[in-house]
């Protein structure tokens, strides 16, 4: 049912609201897919990883040197997820002997090393000042038209929503919980734990390398600075926020990192939104450890389970 | 009712067989030439004054300390080298003296991550919900709840297991453990830190469920009553190697083990 | 081009980098130690005591020796209220303590970014001006006093965590707090304490990098980067090995940037840090487990 209404308001945006907010909806859905992806990574299988903006980075780089290349548009989203596949295994190879804080600082020089390839290829990427992207066209289809790039998100963001809910149902899903919360306890049922880190590392960088591709042809613009550190960490941010492993949590947390800078954008102090976002987790993390989907939930149940007793005791 | 089939299908029905195991930490011989056999079906009581090797030869039987020496074999298959993992989808299946549970999930879910050995769909069956892993979802959905009805968890089986008590906390790591019938199953002091009631609550539903479905049991446990009542064959381990083996009553009342087991404590004997 | 004092000039200037290295490595070794956590927004605590320090020199025309000390001081100052009013109210959850580092790493490099600029600037000279040695190789006066700095710091520090009672207290308070706490060691206080501590380490090292660099408000991050790495290589846990490999990084990342110019630093030390994952044995790599019961 959800889904339904997912799809029923999705149909009927663009017929309610401008141009404008339809380009702000879009990124929403952008970001949500990223923050997704995040969310199986550390949400779920509790894996830090300091290098998401990177996975977004590599395929918002597709897209960007598609062009100069003439990489065919059928092929592009083939080679994003092959590249995810690859680098997101690459990356999670030091889960075979690392975890925890060494493997986040190994997470973090691949960030470096990928920031730092953008900037020593400046002849191809444009360097730290970036390069504009060539809107992706295919028959009537143009990335560049705010309803075509809102549909390509809507679908785009709909099947990630749909995988990452589907897999809360799985045996997979099962496995991230149980290497997150306890690997003793995982070992003792038989879940192979390096193999569930891998799948949750190269599925994490699917979701962000396949946002990031729509993401580059909806903006029409990539810089390296989208996908630094700070860009991972506003990841980490959005996560936690919206509520560790829950899907809505992460959509909650993409509205928060499109919305809260165009606000401060729109004020005139756009530099608040990193400050803010610091001060966001920090105060989450001591005071919604559960994030805003989390404790709502909880807060659900709390109230359900006093209604439920003044039931019994008045009947 | 849906039916989850049984690991167990490399034959055999878990003849265990330990030949002269040695571990040692750091230098220091924990268990050592330790050899015995346990016989499939049977419920074998592992007994010993604390430092004997009972915690450290579980660990070894499930993989989760390296044996130095001697080998370990489950119906003719070799496990010694193999990781705790690995071990498990043989059907040796341990519980945790101090009871390890997905602390975010809840009772139900951490049930569900049993059916890890019951055999699952492809990953690609799994994340577009094909009909092989519709099926798998209603038959571990299945398993779970009968096996949460055997144990009378039902009716917490949706709440966050952090917020139970550390004897129904117990019981869900039992049902986490029994949702695939397992070949072996190793237990560290069960009854440790659950009240009398609880303990023969604990002792019936293991005895109910194991005469319905039976598999070899090794319990390590301190309440020489509930081991006389539970088991039909006894360990006694006393710095790191066997000193009795047998029928329980016998063994508990073998003076060396009572040297061993009570010291000089007891005088009134 | 290459030459035996080109070759003294270069492992001269990794001694310097390395040097500095160490005095803010103990810092983190310290914290660890005591809290087994790990401080994300350590540089940027630096970095806010320097950018003090400065704007007190330059705006304020305070004495440098002064602006200095205050500069240290506003540092320990925000390393200790990180202890006192973020890590010692965190839900009892594991890995929240790096989560909100993070986050104070965020918000503090874009606190210094609102309020100094984002453009880079130049600090003061801290005897980067005082030529020691100039014939065919050239040694300023601030990596004579970074070199003795971190010798000093590294044989200082390890007769303090390991010949001391105050390190005994420390070792104990990090082993197991309720039993250290049971003997009477403020485990709390002495937390907090060595949070603070390790502020005058950060501090002292960001003002020594800023006196050779232009810095902006990130300048800081990568420095700590190879920090962290350094001590990852060695382990937090242990003490000569991260030591000596915050000396080995900063060597071999001086020789990588001599044969391979000044872009070669980044993947140099990728390499690095892949074939040593590679090469160590996994039980030196061994870090908190869940207790085996």
């Given at each position: 049912?959800?889904?339904?209404?997912?799809?029923?308001?999705?149909?009927?945006?663009?017929?309610?609201?401008?141009?404008?907010?339809?380009?702000?909806?879009?990124?929403?859905?952008?970001?949500?897919?990223?923050?997704?992806?995040?969310?199986?990574?550390?949400?779920?299988?509790?894996?830090?990883?300091?290098?998401?903006?990177?996975?977004?980075?590599?395929?918002?780089?597709?897209?960007?040197?598609?062009?100069?290349?003439?990489?065919?548009?059928?092929?592009?989203?083939?080679?994003?997820?092959?590249?995810?596949?690859?680098?997101?295994?690459?990356?999670?190879?030091?889960?075979?002997?690392?975890?925890?804080?060494?493997?986040?600082?190994?997470?973090?020089?691949?960030?470096?090393?990928?920031?730092?390839?953008?900037?020593?290829?400046?002849?191809?990427?444009?360097?730290?000042?970036?390069?504009?992207?060539?809107?992706?066209?295919?028959?009537?289809?143009?990335?560049?038209?705010?309803?075509?790039?809102?549909?390509?998100?809507?679908?785009?963001?709909?099947?990630?929503?749909?995988?990452?809910?589907?897999?809360?149902?799985?045996?997979?899903?099962?496995?991230?919980?149980?290497?997150?919360?306890?690997?003793?306890?995982?070992?003792?049922?038989?879940?192979?734990?390096?193999?569930?880190?891998?799948?949750?590392?190269?599925?994490?960088?699917?979701?962000?390398?396949?946002?990031?591709?729509?993401?580059?042809?909806?903006?029409?613009?990539?810089?390296?600075?989208?996908?630094?550190?700070f860009?991972?960490?506003?990841?980490?941010?959005?996560?936690?926020?919206?509520?560790?492993?829950?899907?809505?949590?992460?959509?909650?947390?993409?509205?928060?990192?499109?919305?809260?800078?165009?606000?401060?954008?729109?004020?005139?102090?756009p530099n608040l939104f990193p400050i803010?976002?610091g001060?966001?987790?920090?105060?989450?993390?001591?005071?919604?450890?559960?994030?805003?989907?989390?404790?709502?939930?909880?807060?659900?149940?709390?109230?359900?389970?006093?209604?439920?007793?003044?039931?019994?005791?008045?009947? | 009712?849906?039916?989850?089939?049984?690991?167990?299908?490399?034959?055999?029905?878990?003849?265990?067989?330990?030949?002269?195991?040695?571990?040692?930490?750091?230098?220091?011989?924990?268990?050592?030439?330790?050899?015995?056999?346990?016989?499939?079906?049977?419920?074998?009581?592992?007994?010993?004054?604390?430092?004997?090797?009972?915690?450290?030869?579980?660990?070894?039987?499930?993989?989760?300390?390296?044996?130095?020496?001697?080998?370990?074999?489950?119906?003719?298959?070799?496990?010694?080298?193999?990781?705790?993992?690995?071990?498990?989808?043989?059907?040796?299946?341990?519980?945790?003296?101090?009871?390890?549970?997905?602390?975010?999930?809840?009772?139900?879910?951490?049930?569900?991550?049993?059916?890890?050995?019951?055999?699952?769909?492809?990953?690609?069956?799994?994340?577009?919900?094909?009909?092989?892993?519709?099926?798998?979802?209603?038959?571990?959905?299945?398993?779970?709840?009968?096996?949460?009805?055997?144990?009378?968890?039902?009716?917490?089986?949706?709440?966050?297991?952090?917020?139970?008590?550390?004897?129904?906390?117990?019981?869900?790591?039992?049902?986490?453990?029994?949702?695939?019938?397992?070949?072996?199953?190793?237990?560290?002091?069960?009854?440790?830190?659950?009240?009398?009631?609880?303990?023969?609550?604990?002792?019936?539903?293991?005895?109910?469920?194991?005469?319905?479905?039976?598999?070899?049991?090794?319990?390590?446990?301190?309440?020489?009553?509930?081991?006389?009542?539970?088991?039909?064959?006894?360990?006694?381990?006393?710095?790191?190697?066997?000193?009795?083996?047998?029928?329980?009553?016998?063994?508990?009342?073998?003076?060396?083990?009572?040297?061993?087991?009570?010291?000089?404590?007891?005088?009134?004997? | 081009?290459?030459?035996?004092?080109?070759?003294?000039?270069?492992?001269?200037?990794?001694?310097?980098?390395?040097?500095?290295?160490?005095?803010?490595?103990?810092?983190?070794?310290?914290?660890?130690?005591?809290?087994?956590?790990?401080?994300?927004?350590?540089?940027p605590?630096?970095m806010l005591?320097?950018f003090?320090?400065?704007?007190?020199?330059?705006?304020?025309?305070?004495?440098?020796?002064?602006?200095?000390?205050?500069?240290?001081?506003?540092?320990?100052?925000?390393?200790?209220?990180?202890?006192?009013?973020?890590?010692?109210?965190?839900?009892?959850?594991?890995?929240?303590?790096?989560?909100?580092?993070?986050?104070?790493?965020l918000f503090l490099t874009a606190l210094a970014q609102l309020v100094f600029g984002a453009s880079a600037q130049?600090?003061?000279?801290?005897?980067?001006?005082?030529?020691?040695?100039?014939?065919?190789?050239?040694?300023?006066?601030?990596?004579?006093?970074?070199?003795?700095?971190?010798?000093?710091?590294?044989?200082?520090?390890?007769?303090?965590?390991?010949?001391?009672?105050?390190?005994?207290?420390?070792?104990?308070?990090?082993?197991?707090?309720?039993?250290?706490?049971?003997?009477?060691?403020?485990?709390?206080?002495?937390?907090?304490?060595?949070?603070?501590?390790?502020?005058?380490?950060?501090?002292?090292?960001?003002?020594?990098?800023?006196?050779?660099?232009?810095?902006n408000a990130f300048y800081?991050?990568?420095?700590?980067?190879?920090?962290?790495?350094?001590?990852?290589?060695?382990?937090?846990?242990?003490?000569?090995?991260?030591?000596?490999?915050?000396?080995?990084?900063?060597?071999?990342?001086?020789?990588?940037?001599?044969?391979?110019?000044?872009?070669?630093?980044?993947?140099?030390?990728?390499?690095?840090?892949?074939?040593?994952?590679?090469?160590?044995?996994?039980?030196?790599?061994?870090?908190?487990?869940?207790?085996?019961?």
């Open positions: 049912m959800g889904f339904g209404i997912f799809i029923v308001i999705t149909a009927l945006l663009p017929f309610v609201i401008g141009q404008y907010y339809l380009y702000v909806v879009t990124q929403v859905m952008i970001y949500a897919i990223a923050t997704l992806g995040l969310d199986v990574l550390y949400g779920r299988t509790g894996q830090l990883s300091l290098a998401h903006a990177s996975f977004f980075g590599i395929g918002a780089y597709v897209a960007a040197l598609s062009n100069t290349f003439g990489v065919p548009v059928v092929l592009q989203p083939v080679l994003v997820l092959g590249l995810a596949v690859i680098v997101g295994a690459l990356v999670a190879i030091p889960t075979l002997r690392l975890s925890g804080l060494r493997l986040a600082l190994v997470t973090l020089l691949f960030g470096e090393l990928f920031v730092w390839l953008i900037d020593h290829a400046s002849n191809l990427t444009g360097g730290s000042q970036g390069m504009t992207v060539q809107p992706l066209t295919l028959g009537p289809f143009d990335s560049s038209e705010p309803l075509d790039g809102y549909a390509l998100a809507a679908i785009a963001s709909l099947l990630a929503t749909v995988m990452c809910v589907q897999l809360g149902k799985t045996q997979y899903g099962r496995r991230m919980l149980a290497v997150r919360d306890s690997e003793l306890a995982s070992a003792s049922v038989g879940i192979p734990i390096v193999r569930t880190k891998i799948a949750a590392f190269i599925l994490s960088a699917i979701l962000a390398g396949a946002a990031g591709w729509i993401y580059a042809y909806v903006v029409g613009f990539v810089s390296p600075t989208t996908f630094d550190l860009g991972s960490v506003n990841f980490l941010v959005a996560v936690i926020l919206g509520g560790s492993g829950r899907v809505l949590g992460a959509w909650c947390g993409a509205l928060y990192i499109v919305l809260v800078p165009e606000v401060f954008s729109s004020i005139g102090y803010v976002g001060a966001v987790m920090i105060v989450v993390a001591m005071t919604i450890p559960r994030g805003l989907v989390g404790s709502l939930e909880k807060l659900g149940e709390t109230l359900w389970a006093v209604r439920g007793r003044r039931g019994r005791a008045g009947g | 009712m849906p039916e989850v089939e049984p690991l167990s299908s490399m034959g055999g029905e878990g003849r265990l067989e330990l030949r002269q195991i040695g571990v040692s930490f750091g230098g220091v011989a924990a268990v050592r030439d330790v050899s015995l056999v346990f016989r499939p079906h049977v419920i074998t009581g592992l007994v010993g004054p604390n430092g004997a090797g009972k915690t450290t030869l579980l660990n070894a039987i499930s993989g989760f300390a390296s044996v130095e020496r001697g080998t370990i074999e489950l119906d003719r298959s070799e496990l010694t080298k193999l990781p705790a993992a690995q071990r498990a989808h043989y059907g040796v299946v341990r519980g945790f003296q101090t009871v390890r549970l997905l602390e975010g999930e809840t009772a139900f879910d951490n049930i569900l991550v049993g059916c890890e050995r019951a055999s699952q769909p492809n990953i690609f069956a799994q994340l577009f919900n094909l009909p092989a892993q519709r099926r798998s979802w209603r038959r571990d959905r299945g398993a779970a709840a009968e096996i949460a009805e055997r144990l009378g968890i039902s009716s917490v089986a949706h709440r966050p297991v952090a917020e139970l008590p550390f004897a129904t906390r117990r019981l869900v790591e039992l049902a986490r453990i029994l949702v695939v019938r397992p070949k072996v199953l190793l237990l560290d002091e069960p009854a440790a830190g659950l009240n009398a009631h609880g303990r023969r609550q604990l002792t019936e539903t293991l005895q109910a469920y194991h005469a319905v479905s039976p598999f070899t049991m090794i319990v390590i446990e301190h309440d020489v009553d509930l081991v006389r009542r539970m088991c039909s064959e006894c360990v006694a381990l006393a710095q790191g190697s066997v000193i009795a083996t047998g029928d329980p009553g016998h063994v508990l009342d073998d003076p060396e083990v009572r040297r061993a087991y009570f010291g000089d404590q007891v005088h009134h004997a | 081009m290459f030459s035996s004092a080109n070759a003294i000039q270069v492992t001269l200037g990794g001694l310097a980098t390395g040097s500095l290295y160490a005095v803010i490595l103990f810092g983190i070794i310290l914290v660890f130690q005591v809290s087994r956590s790990i401080n994300f927004a350590y540089g605590t630096g005591g320097t003090a320090s400065y704007a007190l020199y330059s705006e304020f025309g305070l004495p440098v020796w002064f602006a200095v000390l205050i500069g240290i001081g506003v540092t320990v100052l925000i390393a200790a209220l990180t202890d006192l009013l973020i890590i010692r109210r965190l839900p009892p959850q594991q890995g929240f303590d790096v989560v909100v580092t993070l986050g104070e790493l130049s600090y003061l000279k801290l005897l980067t001006d005082v030529p020691v040695l100039s014939r065919n190789i050239f040694v300023n006066g601030n990596d004579v006093l970074a070199v003795v700095l971190g010798v000093a710091v590294a044989i200082g520090g390890y007769f303090v965590l390991n010949s001391t009672s105050l390190g005994v207290s420390l070792r104990a308070a990090a082993a197991d707090p309720s039993v250290a706490q049971s003997v009477g060691i403020n485990v709390r206080g002495l937390r907090t304490a060595a949070w603070a501590v390790s502020g005058v380490f950060v501090a002292v090292g960001a003002m020594m990098f800023a006196a050779r660099l232009s810095v800081m991050t990568p420095i700590v980067i190879n920090v962290f790495i350094a001590g990852m290589i060695g382990g937090l846990d242990r003490y000569w090995p991260p030591m000596l490999s915050a000396f080995g990084i900063a060597l071999y990342q001086s020789w990588a940037m001599y044969l391979f110019g000044e872009a070669g630093g980044v993947p140099a030390l990728f390499i690095l840090v892949i074939v040593i994952l590679a090469a160590v044995p996994k039980r030196l790599l061994d870090e908190r487990h869940e207790a085996r019961a």
